[in-house]
Every structure is written in C-alpha cells, then in structure tokens.
C-alpha cells in the first residue's frame, strides 16, 4: 500500500482507538490494545463474538466477513503499537484500502454511537453507589418539632431559607438534606392538622 494511503488509514485508525482510549480511561494507545486484548483472549469468555454479531446485524452489505471473531485476539497483537499499525498498512495491497476504510467508517459512525446508545439506555437502571455510612436515621415527632422552630427562628434572622438550614444542621450536626426533610415533613404534617402556630412559615 502507498505511503500516503496507509498515513491516511493509519489517522482513521488513530481516531477510532483514541474513542475507545478515552472510554476507557487509559493513558495510551498500547495500553487501550492490551485493554481489549484481555477482553477477547478467552475464547469462553471473548466479547468479540457479542460485537461481531452486533455489527453483522447493523451492516446490511452481502459481503463474507474478511475478519471472525477468533482471529481478534490475533490481530490486536498485530497492531499493538501505532508503528506496528502503520508497518501493517503499508504491507497490505493497495486494493485493501477501501475495504479498510470503509470498515473504519462503519465502526465510527455505527458501532460506537450504537453502544453509547445501549449503554445510556441502560445506565439509568443501575443502582447508585450509596455515600459511606448507613442511611441516617430520621429524629422523633418531638425533636423534629425542635429542629422545624429552630429554622423559622434562624430564618427570621437571616431572611435566608438556605442559610437557615445550614445553621441548623451544623448546630445539630445533622446533614442538610436531612434537614430540609425535616421541615418539609412538619410542614405537611402541620398542614394536614390545620394546626400551624403563629409566627410558623411554611
């Protein structure tokens, strides 16, 4: 393959591995190549049968796959470093080059957007870590009372909501979130009762 040919092959690789660099969270193109070369080194456990069959099913062309799955592991060792890359490029028939672009294309502008699509799909059905600690427990009907009179006094100084419940759970040495629960629970619950004092604001 000409120089120029396999320079220009070589930049659209650059920028499908720097994709899959970043997504990562990798520091190199070697290390990304390693990354997915454990992926697919165990024939029972490869990803690489999942992402064939998933790109055979977005590629509507008739054509015999030129690559199997099998053969990923064996490849990713051949272009493990962008040198190693290029020097394959350039060992390759100059009739190969639109072939190879135009997998590079599909895998850019199908393959990539299609699983960050599945994966922001499914994201939203995982669980969220949990911040360290057990969740707080919440205080009785009377200190809840306390801590409600507290806020409307700090914010009848300060004239700030926010800072008065800030003030309260330094002072109780509470979470803030906890705080705003707090009040907004005998808010409802004062509402309910039609019992809310004088001087109580809501």
């Not at 070589?10 to 070369?37: F, K, N, P, T």
């Not at 299609?114 to 360290?132: E, V």
């Amino acid at each position: 393959m000409k120089t120029e040919e396999a320079d220009r092959l070589l930049a659209m690789h650059d920028q499908l591995w720097e994709h899959l660099r970043r997504a990562g969270g990798v520091e190199s193109y070697e290390e990304v190549i390693a990354r997915v070369c454990e992926e697919v080194r165990e024939k029972e456990t490869s990803l690489a049968p999942w992402l064939h069959k998933m790109a055979r099913a977005m590629y509507r062309g008739n054509e015999l796959d030129s690559i199997q799955p099998e053969d990923f592991y064996a490849i990713l060792g051949l272009i493990d470093n962008r040198e190693k890359a290029r020097a394959v490029l350039l060992s390759l028939p100059d009739e190969m080059a639109s072939e190879i672009e135009q997998g590079v294309t599909f895998v850019l502008k199908e393959v990539l957007p299609t699983l960050r699509t599945h994966a922001q799909s499914s994201i939203k059905h995982l669980p969220y870590r949990r911040s360290g600690g057990p969740k707080p427990t919440m205080p009785s009907d009377e200190e809840c009372l306390e801590i409600y009179d507290e806020i409307l006094a700090e914010y009848r100084e300060t004239g700030l909501m926010g800072e008065a419940e800030r003030n309260v759970a330094l002072k109780r040495k509470l979470n803030v979130r906890m705080v705003q629960r707090i009040k907004k629970e005998c808010q409802d619950r004062l509402a309910a009762e039609n019992k809310k004092p004088d001087g109580r604001k809501s």
